[in-house]
């Protein structure tokens, strides 16, 4: 009934900037937490960045001071803008949101995810 579609992924090279894009759609009552999650080859999925409704943030130490996190609640969309990319910035990004539907039912849903690649 809802879903996560992400965009914005790429090639960078070290220094460099991307911008992520994740748009929620469907039956969409309303929406609480909005993230971003990566996971490198052989490594745990790890939170890189939330944002609430409110607009509270949270970060990851690893990425504080060069990413940030924004949401546009009218159009149900998150954002990853990411600045001074490093080679271990490299993963797959994964959006994740806490969705409530329109039958007042709870959704934890999740992208398919997008690769930044990021070389030294």
């Known amino acids: 009934q809802v879903q996560l579609v992400e965009s914005g992924g790429g090639l960078v090279q070290a220094g460099g900037s991307l911008r992520l894009s994740c748009a929620a759609s469907g039956s969409i009552f309303s929406i609480n937490v909005m993230a971003w999650y990566r996971q490198a080859p052989g490594k745990q999925r790890e939170l890189v960045a939330s944002?609430?409704?409110?607009?509270?943030?949270n970060y990851a130490d690893s990425v504080k001071g060069r990413f940030t996190i924004s949401r546009d609640n009218a159009k149900n969309t998150v954002f990853l803008q990411m600045n001074s990319l490093k080679p271990e910035d490299t993963a797959v990004y994964y959006c994740?949101?806490?969705?409530?539907?329109?039958?007042?039912?709870?959704?934890?849903?999740w992208g398919r995810g997008t690769q930044v690649t990021v070389s030294s």
């Open positions: 944002i609430r409704s409110g607009g509270s943030t």
């Open positions: 994740n949101a806490l969705i409530t539907s329109t039958s007042l039912l709870p959704y934890n849903t």
